[in-house]
């Protein structure tokens, strides 16, 4: 790609056209772009036909066409109809579709990747001249409550910012941050849903070994962590705070939060989000 002389380097981009008319691609059809595709969607002001997403298996399709979105196995075609390109693939793959689509980029394009672990700094030398945001979201964007962070890289001006926060708002919680917060983000709320979901199964087995049949348990649990989790979002609270307003003296829940605290969960939660931001970095190096 180094050396190739082509009009997108001449400017950045130009968000011309409004929201409801603009097309947007998406390279790559897994969880991830149909969380975010969904939510687009659903925010109501895109259309599904302004929406085309490719993958070189047609394994995941039905479900972006059950939207009205088109499918192809054509990345080339999702960059000629787009105007805003999320690079929702491997980390691996993202030079090599780079170096793919690259006659077929314009000064027209910005750019969203979701690679985890790809900087921005390698974004932009792979495209040259063309702004480039990153987004980390997580799983729970498939059901528009995920928690989503991006950062713009140097050419990406604040309004690209306001369009990527309007388009995803139904995806959840959207933020902006510098770079260097991708990382933790990464080990807080991306790994981070793997972590509740292990609290939720032992949280279930708890109810079990007391005698609730495993399938109540196994819902009960669920509900508690969905019920607190919109507490302390809609409340604005510490979490210390609506922790303690929980707890009475003597009562049963100071009492096993002395064992919570007796097994380490607090000091092995925090190990654990520094162990996974710790390994989202080293591949960022890599």
């Known amino acids: 790609m180094h050396g190739t002389q082509n009009d997108y380097t001449k400017s950045p981009c130009k968000m011309e056209p409004g929201v409801q008319d603009m097309k947007i691609g998406f390279i790559g059809a897994g969880n991830m772009a149909f969380g975010l595709a969904q939510g ?8 599904p036909e302004n929406v ?12 972006f066409q059950d939207m009205g979105v088109a499918v192809t196995h054509s990345n080339m075609e999702v960059v000629t109809a787009s105007q805003l390109v999320f690079l929702a693939v491997k980390p691996h793959l993202i030079r090599t579709v780079l170096n793919e689509i690259v006659q077929h980029v314009t000064h027209k394009h910005t750019f969203v990747s979701v690679a985890a672990g790809v900087t921005l700094e390698t974004l932009e030398n792979l495209l040259p001249g063309l702004p480039v945001l990153r987004l980390m979201p997580n799983l729970p964007c498939v059901v528009q409550e ?5 950062s713009r890289g140097s050419l990406a001006r604040p309004e690209e910012g306001t369009l990527l926060r309007g388009l995803l708002s139904s995806c959840g919680l959207v933020e902006e941050g510098p770079e260097s917060w991708i990382d933790a983000h990464t ?6 849903v793997a972590f509740v979901y292990l609290f939720a199964e032992a949280l279930a087995e ?6 609730i049949p495993s399938v109540i348990a196994h819902r009960i649990a669920a509900q508690t962590i969905l019920g607190a989790g919109r507490m302390l979002r809609e409340y604005g609270k510490h979490p210390a705070q609506l922790r303690a307003e ?3 003296p003597g009562g049963t829940t100071i009492f096993g939060l002395h064992e919570l605290e007796r097994g380490g969960l607090r000091a092995a939660t925090m190990g654990a989000v520094e162990a996974a931001t710790e390994r989202a970095r ?3 190096r890599k």
């Open 40 to 47: 687009i969607l659903r925010a109501g002001e895109v259309k």
């Open 187 to 192: 080990g807080m709320s991306g790994s981070g």
């Open 282 to 284: 080293d591949l960022s």
């Open 246 to 248: 929980v707890c009475t």
């Open 146 to 150: 995920g928690a989503l962070l991006f």
């Open 206 to 211: 708890g109810g079990v070994k007391m005698g």
């Open 52 to 63: 085309i997403v490719s993958a070189p298996s047609s394994n995941n399709f039905g479900r």
